[in-house]
Structures are given as structure tokens and as C-alpha cells.
């Protein structure tokens, strides 16, 4: 590549998270040190979404060496066998207007997190900039403060009954006592001494680590021993591989239930042949199709079927995949709500990608003392927990809808990947479908009119999706097929996820970012 050539690319859901992934480019970084110093700012400006005491999964393509997974997700607590005498665990009502949803807080909400030790393994295996540098752009908004954007803003009010849950934590999304409106400056100061303190000594997460264990032990009503957050490992694993014609997708093994559901997504659409034009009436029958599909397969125990690598063979298998495509309907599972989750993608010239995603669930509602950090709440999500709470293995891989998925065909490659609950796997395999199969460039794919198929409360399917830009043909074909109260968005919405892609083709680079969740894109 010419000197004039990009450094790379970086897209995520905030400005000021891009502009730090863009900082590290432009000091001569690559898409790892990008994306660490962009996840370290979301941990900021991004709070309701991820923190470093939250999840994070990963998907990574370097040059020459074979691509390869990461969970740094969330382990089961309790290896100590300790049962706290009264846990702290509660339910806290979020309205969202047309419906109200039930979260689950408190110190017995948090599951052992790896978020952090995951970016701080990223950056050891792959970074080239001293992680001082690639962390201070993160400090510098946690300590001068941040402006908070309109999608954070409406996040932060839809879960200020969480955040209430301690004045400490309440204090971090407010501003002269009151919910700062969007546009406002706040800062945290005691974050950016905690990053600035990791930046300086990595070694110091340990420390942050014991705290945890000290504060959310049986004796405050948590769940998690020191033995937990000792022994609680990444796990790097070979990622699924799927081919579509001449593209390769490649996206998480269990216990990423996302990574599996997209694989089989992907195979279902079949991208290799012709399709009929975009988002027109046969096109979006086809995609609501798969995804009613896609729920068929989530019984009660499939975060469990997945990681047996013969069923995973098995489910992707071509002859199953024919079988499936033609099976009877099924009911499917409820979707959630809001879906706390972001992502981020990048690229950079030497052919290095990264796709990431991170969750702090809800947030438990505790901040860790003297932080800035508030916990998960993992422990508390019912979708990860469908036979029901605190009934994982000690020590075990919790399950994840979390899929950042890589597409790869010579030398062109798509990194992506999505925030948003279940609609990510929906969100994802949409971008994939458009991008693939009707050949749409990466920014019309992510803006086009989503829909999501999820189960009806009192029995059967229902189809929700967004109107606008949705052709009328197109809008009677899903209600035609889904005529059971459907759901409408007049515009786009944060529903829907967040799909954020960087994309190579040859020497050029670009990428996408979704508007639906302040999606930001920076090329260097």
C-alpha cells in the first residue's frame, strides 16, 4: 500500500469511543490496540451497555495465523459451595411504554466477569502501542468528562429504576442531583484512576478482582468466593466456520448460543444462489422465515445441546439443513427488551480483524467501592438462565446470544457484529443476508428496515419491524404471514440492536456503523 493508504478502520456505538479507537490508529496502532482503546471508552461513555466488570466475546483474524474466539463472557459463581444466609436479589420494573420488564439486581445478580481480563489478554497477544497509550483516551473522558449522547441518555432513563438501586450508582448517570439529559458533561473520576492504575500495572485487574470477591460474597448477599475469580480462565477456542459460496463466515462455538444460531442462519439463507430484490415482498418473507426457524431450535436445554460439538455438526449438517427448512413451526421462546449490550469492529491495512462485543447485562445496581465500576448482573438474565437462577454448575461457561462474526472472501472481509439481546443474532444475519446475497454495500445493509420474529405472550408468533423504508408489498407480505399483533416502529429503534461493521476490499477500507445505537465510524 501506497504511504496515503488507510491505517484502519474502527466502528462502534459512540463518537467519542471511535475517536479513541482513531487516536490509536493514528499513533501508529492496529485493529487490536483500535479496538481495546475504543471497548475502554465504552466502558465510559457507553456505561449502561458494558463496564469492565461486565462480558465481552470476541472474534479475531490475524495475519497468518488461524482466526480464533474468545469468551471472556461470565462464570458461575460458587465454587466455595457457600450459600449466602439471605442473597441480594431483586426484581425492578422497567417501563418502556407499550410494556413494562422485570430485571433481576442486587450483590446475588453478579456472575464471575472476564470483560477485563479478556482486553487486557487482547491487547498482551496482539497490541503494538503500550497499553498506557492505547487506555489514555478512556481516562481522559472518565477524568475531563464526556458528553453523553442521545441513544445513552435514553438507555440511562429507561434503567434509571436500576441505577437507583444505590446512591453510588445513581450518582454516576446524574448531574446537580438530577438524570443528566443528553448533551450533558459527566465524568468519573474514580474510573479513570482505576484505568489509569491498569493502564500503569496490568497485573493490578487482580487486585480489582479480589475487591469484587470481598464485596459480592456470601456475607453481603452475593455469590461470588475468591476461589471463583482465581480460577475463572478465558477460553480461546477455533471459531465456527461456515461456508456460503465463496465467502467464509466465521462466528463464536458454543457457549455462544448466538455464534450457533447465526451459523445455522447463514446455512438456512443459503447465499450462494441468486435472491429475488432486497427487502421486497419475497425477500422479507424469506428472512422472517429463517429467523421463525431459528427459534424453532432454542428449546429449554439448547445452551446446553451446543456444546456438544456433534450436535453443533449435526445442526449445520447440509441434509439437516434442507430438513429443517421444510419442518413445521414450533414455539419459540420469548424475546427481551432493550438488550444491553455494544459492539465494535475493525480492520487495519496489514489484514488484521477484530469483532467484539460487550454487556454489563442490566448493571446490578452496586458500584464496587472506590471503582467507578458498576458490576453485572449476568446472574440475573433470564434468557441465559432458562431453567431458571443460580442453578449453573459453579465454575461453568455461562451462555451468551453474543455472536461478533467475521466474513471473509479473498481479499474483501466483513467484521460485524451486534448489540441488542436476541435481535442481535436477527440484526447480524440480516446485515449478512444483504451483504451477501443482494450485494448491497455494508452502510444500505445496516439502515435497512429491520424485523424480528419473537413468540406472541399468550401463544404463537409475531412479527415486529420497522416501516419506514419498508415497501408496502413488502409490509403486506410480513403481516400477511404474521398477522397476530405485530409491531410496529415508525422509524428506526434501538430495538432492533445495533449492527456496526468495518469492511476491507483490497486496499480500501470503510466501514458502518447503525444509527439505531449511535453507531460511529472512523477510518485512519
Known amino acids: 500500500m501506497s504511504p496515503s493508504s488507510p491505517r484502519g478502520v474502527i466502528a462502534c456505538g459512540d463518537e467519542q469511543s471511535a475517536a479513541a479507537g ?6 501508529g496502532g492496529n485493529a487490536v490496540d483500535a479496538v481495546v482503546a475504543a471497548a475502554f471508552a465504552a466502558f465510559v461513555v457507553e456505561l449502561p451497555l458494558c463496564g469492565p466488570l461486565g462480558g465481552a466475546v470476541a472474534t479475531v483474524w490475524a495475519p497468518g495465523e488461524a482466526p480464533y474466539c474468545m469468551d471472556a463472557f461470565a462464570r458461575a459463581p460458587g465454587l466455595d459451595s457457600v450459600t449466602p444466609t439471605e442473597i441480594d436479589f431483586s426484581d425492578v420494573e422497567v417501563d418502556f411504554g407499550a410494556t413494562t420488564q422485570v430485571f433481576h439486581i442486587g450483590r ?23 497499553l498506557s497509550d492505547v487506555v489514555a483516551p478512556a481516562t481522559a473522558l472518565a477524568t475531563r468528562g464526556y458528553r453523553l449522547s ?12 436500576i441505577f437507583a438501586n444505590t446512591a453510588e450508582c445513581h450518582a454516576l448517570i446524574s448531574r446537580d442531583g438530577h438524570l443528566a439529559k443528553a448533551g450533558e458533561r459527566l465524568d468519573n473520576p474514580e474510573l479513570g484512576e482505576t484505568l489509569r492504575l491498569l493502564a500503569r500495572e496490568p497485573k493490578a485487574a487482580d487486585s480489582l478482582y479480589d475487591a469484587l470477591a470481598r464485596e459480592f460474597g456470601a456475607d453481603r448477599g452475593g455469590r461470588i468466593a475468591p476461589v471463583d475469580v482465581q480460577r475463572a480462565a478465558l477460553l480461546l477456542q477455533p471459531p465456527l466456520r461456515v461456508q456460503l459460496g465463496a465467502h467464509e463466515l466465521i462466528t463464536p462455538p458454543a457457549p455462544s448460543m448466538g455464534g450457533v444460531l447465526v451459523a445455522l442462519g447463514a446455512c438456512l439463507l443459503d447465499e450462494s444462489e441468486p435472491r429475488p430484490a432486497a427487502m421486497r415482498a419475497e425477500d422479507v418473507q424469506r428472512l422472517a422465515r429463517v429467523q421463525h426457524l431459528l427459534l424453532t431450535q432454542r428449546s429449554s436445554d439448547f445452551d446446553l445441546k451446543i456444546r456438544d460439538p456433534e450436535f453443533v455438526r449435526e445442526l449445520l449438517d ?39 462485543t460487550l454487556t454489563n447485562g ?7 467501592s472506590g471503582t467507578g465500576i458498576i458490576a453485572n ?15 449453573d454448575p459453579p465454575g461453568s461457561a455461562l451462555s451468551t446470544m453474543m455472536a461478533p462474526t467475521l466474513v471473509r472472501s479473498g481479499d474483501r472481509a466483513w467484521v460485524l457484529g451486534s448489540g441488542g439481546s436476541n435481535r442481535l443474532r436477527n440484526a447480524i444475519l440480516q446485515v449478512v443476508h444483504l451483504t ?5 454495500p455494508a452502510h444500505e445493509a445496516v439502515v435497512a428496515p429491520r424485523l424480528h420474529v419473537d413468540r406472541h405472550p399468550d401463544g404463537g408468533a409475531r412479527i415486529a419491524y420497522e416501516r419506514s423504508g419498508l415497501q408496502a408489498e413488502a409490509e403486506a407480505a410480513l403481516l400477511g404471514a404474521f398477522p397476530k399483533d405485530p ?3 415508525e422509524s428506526p429503534n434501538m430495538y432492533f440492536g445495533g449492527v456496526h461493521v468495518a469492511w476491507v476490499d483490497g486496499q480500501s477500507l470503510g466501514g458502518a456503523g447503525d444509527p439505531r445505537r449511535g453507531g460511529c465510524v472512523r477510518v485512519v
Not at 482513531?22 to 499513533?27: P, T
Not at 451477501?436 to 448491497?440: A, D, E, S, T, Y
Open 487 to 489: 409491531v410496529v416502529f
Open 362 to 368: 442490566e448493571g446490578c445496581g452496586c458500584v464496587l
Open 22 to 27: 482513531a487516536e490509536a490508529l493514528s499513533a
Open 150 to 161: 442521545p441513544g445513552i441518555a435514553f438507555a440511562n432513563a429507561l434503567l434509571e429504576p
Open 108 to 130: 446475588g445478580a453478579v456472575a464471575v466477569p472476564l470483560a477485563l481480563r479478556g482486553l487486557l489478554e487482547l491487547h498482551r497477544r496482539h497490541g503494538r502501542l503500550s
Open 436 to 440: 451477501l446475497g443482494q450485494q448491497l
Open 377 to 391: 448482573n449476568l446472574l440475573g438474565e433470564e434468557d441465559i438462565h432458562p431453567r431458571g437462577f443460580h442453578h
Open 318 to 356: 447440509p441434509a439437516r439443513v434442507r430438513s429443517l427448512r421444510a419442518a413445521a413451526v414450533a414455539e419459540p421462546f420469548t424475546d427481551g427488551h432493550l438488550g444491553s449490550t455494544t459492539h465494535l469492529s475493525a480492520a487495519d491495512r496489514d489484514g488484521l480483524l477484530v469483532s467484539l
